[in-house]
């Protein structure tokens, strides 16, 4: 435990700061912080760990995250060890919010998993550690659809690829692994000092580096610099993978991990964040305070703390909407069939859901997979660079990969259904006129998009094996720019009920046009060579799917998701559903702003931690610009000056400098050295 963690026992004893504890060895603790705090982060994943160190470095500001899951310390190798994230990590486990839509009508009636962390670092502890940026065309349309606010600036591409490469420290391949992967990069591209680590996999196999080649065979764009602003074509990705130990690197061990102690930050695990209180005296809502407790059957009046400068809500796509709508903050109509009193009504609360849908072709092969290494138990022991292979060879296909001659007409007719599709329920949920336009410019900054280089649909080498068996890769491909769109919103006013989750999958014709097509083309890369020489036979969807009508059926049965959900607390005008305006300020209220993935307001073709990273250093940037007179992201970007300060103030590391004695079969403690960790011991209770 940190000499600086704040924590009494039962008997209001101090406990000893080498006393090992951990959530399941006690029952009930109380606990011990300042009544009030300057900034309270309602989520501790990816982007509220971001802010929580940014924030802090002013230590005459004090700041709380509050976060659902536990530390995570207790299954820490199951988090460090990449290649264990595909046979044994976090997912389906208590550390994944194990979420799931409604039945999808277009799907065969079927419920999508939606996995999520529910552990300090959230799903950057969890998740595949893909680093892949949206393209220059997708970030600026985002800043474009913002329509000239006050801030739109900050989430053009020139400011977003600051703060990307801010939040990262790259190193190259070794020339060896450069050579047999046939990676290609441009390290000015890239971050020098941020405190995320990134490269590429210290272990290639022979298959995965036939990757480009056969693309190319294909016509596909083979890129040479992904994250430069032209993020489409085919390459391999970087990974968020700390190279001196082959470790995952995410926001815990990157942004609080290594920080020296700091009495001005808390963190308190277990606890959910229930609502916020209101001081509704006067003009738009204050947020005075925070309620949370550690499980729904916890003896109301549940604790608060309150709140001297703002509310900062980190809790993702489902857990930010959620949170506003517990307090009262939304949809009139949801709020109040929900039993929750409206506070504020704002409709674009929880509308705008996209996501990419996928599904994979598998192909059985003679080449050696990771699946036969993992499970011959190649792929074991500290600092092992074959335990750093993870699946890393993408392709994001245009439009005329994926339609040739057809792209054209295909655009003309997708604008043609606008006017159609934003008044049918089955596509844009909503019935409020200003959802409706909202819906309209998103619609149509997405269909821009389509003859252009964007990707369209994202084609994935997978060699972790699949469910057809330990020989075999798959080839997956996901829709990155979906037409259909959903909502989330709460059925009851107990928070610890989860929210209902409708993406509408399918609901758009055009996504099953798109989807088709990156199927069949997918399909062509196992019939290509140099892949064609490792592939013995397809195994799905196999010979008896063929015809055009029968790979859509096909996919109705079998679609799934990359787990890459957003949008759902928009920043857009108010005027067009926005939750937040380009400062991240919900409207209505005086002191709360959302920064996470879902204030996103168009699907980009990419993973979206990387973005998601760049987001939360720029809202650290907003926030501290406000408070502290330092230039805003986007007057920065006005004047063409970079974002600032990679490493964090006050930091002696990065997540790297413990690298030499770390063990991954060690059971690390559950302190932090960082600042103070606040922690309820009564487990949260997963619904």
């Not at 552990?119 to 800043?143: K, Q």
């Given at each position: 435990?940190?000499?600086?963690?704040?924590?009494?026992?039962?008997?209001?004893?101090?406990?000893?700061?080498?006393?090992?504890?951990?959530?399941?060895?006690?029952?009930?603790?109380?606990?011990?912080?300042?009544?009030?705090?300057?900034?309270?982060?309602?989520?501790?994943?990816?982007?509220?760990?971001?802010?929580?160190?940014?924030?802090?470095?002013?230590?005459?500001?004090?700041?709380?995250?509050?976060?659902?899951?536990?530390?995570?310390?207790?299954?820490r190798s199951r988090i460090d060890t990449p290649?264990?994230?595909?046979?044994?990590?976090?997912?389906?486990?208590?550390?994944?919010?194990?979420?799931?839509?409604?039945?999808?009508?277009?799907?065969?009636?079927?419920?999508?998993?939606?996995?999520?962390?529910?552990?300090?670092?959230?799903?950057?502890?969890?998740?595949?550690?893909?680093?892949?940026?949206?393209?220059?065309?997708?970030?600026?349309?985002?800043?474009?659809?913002?329509?000239?606010?006050?801030?739109?600036?900050?989430?053009?591409?020139?400011?977003?690829?600051?703060?990307?490469?801010?939040?990262?420290?790259?190193?190259?391949?070794?020339?060896?692994?450069?050579?047999?992967?046939?990676?290609?990069?441009?390290?000015?591209?890239?971050?020098?000092?941020?405190?995320?680590?990134?490269?590429?996999?210290?272990?290639?196999?022979?298959?995965?580096?036939?990757?480009?080649?056969?693309?190319?065979?294909?016509?596909?764009?083979?890129?040479?610099?992904?994250?430069?602003?032209?993020?489409?074509?085919?390459?391999?990705?970087?990974?968020?993978?700390?190279?001196?130990?082959?470790?995952?690197?995410?926001?815990?061990?990157?942004?609080?991990?290594?920080?020296?102690?700091?009495?001005n930050l808390h963190i308190m695990t277990n606890?959910?964040?229930?609502?916020?209180?209101?001081?509704?005296?006067?003009?738009?809502?204050?947020?005075?305070?925070?309620?949370?407790?550690?499980?729904?059957?916890?003896?109301?009046?549940?604790?608060?703390?309150?709140?001297?400068?703002?509310?900062?809500?980190?809790?993702?796509?489902?857990?930010?909407?959620?949170?506003?709508?517990?307090?009262?903050?939304?949809?009139?109509?949801?709020?109040?069939?929900?039993?929750?009193?409206?506070?504020?009504?704002?409709?674009?609360?929880?509308?705008?859901?996209?996501?990419?849908?996928?599904?994979?072709?598998?192909?059985?092969?003679?080449?050696?997979?990771?699946?036969?290494?993992?499970?011959?138990?190649?792929?074991?022991?500290?600092?092992?660079?074959?335990?750093?292979?993870?699946?890393?060879?993408?392709?994001?296909?245009?439009?005329?990969?994926?339609?040739?001659?057809?792209?054209?007409?295909?655009?003309?007719?997708?604008?043609?259904?606008?006017?159609?599709?934003?008044?049918?329920?089955?596509?844009?949920?909503?019935?409020?006129?200003?959802?409706?336009?909202?819906?309209?410019?998103?619609?149509?900054?997405?269909?821009?998009?389509?003859?252009?280089?964007?990707?369209?649909?994202?084609?994935?080498?997978?060699?972790?094996?699949?469910?057809?068996?330990?020989?075999?890769?798959?080839?997956?491909?996901?829709?990155?720019?979906?037409?259909?769109?959903?909502?989330?919103?709460?059925?009851?006013?107990?928070?610890?009920?989860?929210?209902?989750?409708?993406?509408?999958?399918?609901?758009?014709?055009?996504?099953?046009?798109?989807?088709?097509?990156?199927?069949?083309?997918?399909?062509?890369?196992?019939?290509?060579?140099?892949?064609?020489?490792?592939?013995?036979?397809?195994?799905?969807?196999?010979?008896?799917?063929?015809?055009?009508?029968?790979?859509?059926?096909?996919?109705?049965?079998?679609?799934?998701?990359?787990?890459?959900?957003?949008?759902?607390?928009?920043?857009?005008?108010?005027?067009?559903?926005?939750?937040?305006?380009?400062?991240?300020?919900?409207?209505?209220?005086?002191?709360?702003?959302?920064?996470?993935?879902?204030?996103?307001?168009?699907?980009?073709?990419?993973?979206?931690?990387?973005?998601?990273?760049?987001?939360?250093?720029?809202?650290?940037?907003?926030?501290?610009?406000?408070?502290?007179?330092?230039?805003?992201?986007?007057?920065?970007?006005?004047?063409?000056?970079?974002?600032?300060?990679?490493?964090?103030?006050?930091?002696?590391?990065?997540?790297?400098?413990?690298?030499?004695?770390?063990?991954?079969?060690?059971?690390?403690?559950?302190?932090?050295?960082?600042?103070?960790?606040?922690?309820?011991?009564?487990?949260?209770?997963?619904?």
């Amino acid at each position: 435990m940190s000499p600086h963690t704040n924590v009494l026992g039962t008997q209001g004893e101090r406990m000893s700061p080498h006393k090992n504890f951990n959530r399941e060895a006690t029952t009930h603790i109380r606990l011990c912080h300042p009544a009030s705090y300057d900034f309270i982060i309602a989520g501790g994943g990816l982007a509220g760990l971001v802010l929580a160190s940014r924030l802090s470095e002013d230590a005459n500001t004090t700041v709380l995250v509050i976060e659902a899951g536990p530390t995570g310390d207790d299954v820490r190798s199951r988090i460090d060890t990449p290649v264990i994230a595909y046979f044994n990590g976090l997912m389906r486990s208590d550390y994944d919010w194990k979420r799931i839509t409604t039945p999808q009508p277009n799907l065969g009636g079927r419920n999508i998993s939606w996995p999520g962390g529910r552990v300090l670092g959230g799903s950057s502890a969890m998740n595949g550690m893909y680093m892949v940026r949206p393209s220059a065309l997708e970030l600026d349309a985002m800043a474009t659809v913002l329509g000239g606010m006050d801030g739109a600036d900050a989430w053009g591409w020139n400011s977003m690829y600051s703060a990307m490469k801010k939040s990262e420290t790259f190193t190259p391949p070794s020339a060896e692994i450069q050579s047999e992967g046939n990676i290609l990069f441009n390290a000015a591209s890239h971050g020098t000092s941020g405190p995320i680590h990134t490269t590429y996999a210290g272990f290639v196999l022979p298959l995965f580096g036939q990757w480009g080649a056969t693309l190319g065979n294909l016509g596909v764009h083979v890129s040479s610099d992904a994250n430069g602003g032209e993020g489409w074509g085919a390459f391999v990705s970087t990974s968020a993978i700390n190279p001196s130990n082959w470790t995952r690197s995410y926001s815990k061990s990157a942004y609080i991990d290594p920080l020296p102690p700091r009495a001005n930050l808390h963190i308190m695990t277990n606890q959910t964040v229930t609502r916020l209180i209101f001081d509704k005296s006067s003009g738009n809502l204050k947020a005075t305070g925070v309620e949370y407790a550690s499980n729904g059957y916890q003896q109301k009046p549940w604790p608060t703390v309150g709140v001297n400068k703002e509310v900062i809500i980190a809790g993702g796509p489902v857990g930010s909407p959620n949170i506003l709508m517990q307090s009262g903050v939304g949809p009139s109509d949801k709020l109040t069939a929900a039993g929750v009193q409206v506070a504020h009504a704002l409709p674009g609360v929880g509308q705008h859901v996209q996501d990419h849908l996928s599904t994979q072709v598998i192909f059985r092969t003679t080449a050696q997979t990771t699946a036969q290494l993992y499970a011959n138990g190649a792929i074991n022991g500290t600092n092992n660079p074959v335990a750093s292979f993870v699946n890393s060879a993408i392709a994001y296909t245009n439009i005329t990969d994926l339609l040739g001659d057809s792209a054209s007409a295909f655009k003309q007719e997708v604008v043609a259904n606008m006017t159609a599709s934003a008044n049918d329920r089955a596509l844009n949920p909503s019935s409020d006129p200003t959802v409706t336009k909202g819906y309209q410019a998103v619609y149509q900054a997405t269909a821009d998009q389509i003859l252009t280089p964007a990707g369209q649909v994202e084609l994935l080498l997978a060699m972790t094996g699949t469910g057809a068996g330990q020989d075999t890769f798959a080839v997956q491909a996901g829709i990155q720019h979906p037409f259909s769109t959903g909502e989330v919103y709460i059925a009851t006013p107990n928070p610890f009920d989860y929210p209902v989750i409708n993406p509408n999958y399918f609901s758009h014709r055009a996504d099953v046009v798109l989807l088709r097509e990156g199927i069949k083309l997918a399909r062509k890369v196992g019939q290509t060579q140099p892949i064609s020489n490792f592939v013995t036979a397809e195994v799905s969807p196999g010979p008896d799917v063929q015809t055009d009508e029968q790979v859509e059926a096909w996919l109705r049965t079998v679609v799934s998701t990359e787990f890459h959900p957003s949008c759902t607390c928009a920043m857009l005008p108010l005027d067009h559903g926005g939750v937040v305006d380009a400062n991240l300020k919900v409207y209505g209220l005086a002191n709360v702003r959302v920064a996470d993935s879902s204030v996103f307001p168009l699907s980009f073709a990419a993973h979206l931690m990387a973005p998601t990273y760049g987001l939360a250093e720029q809202a650290a940037m907003i926030i501290k610009s406000e408070y502290n007179g330092t230039p805003s992201p986007a007057a920065l970007a006005q004047t063409g000056t970079a974002t600032g300060n990679s490493q964090p103030t006050g930091t002696s590391s990065n997540d790297d400098k413990d690298s030499a004695g770390f063990k991954l079969g060690a059971s690390p403690s559950l302190s932090m050295v960082f600042a103070s960790v606040l922690t309820f011991l009564l487990p949260a209770i997963i619904l």
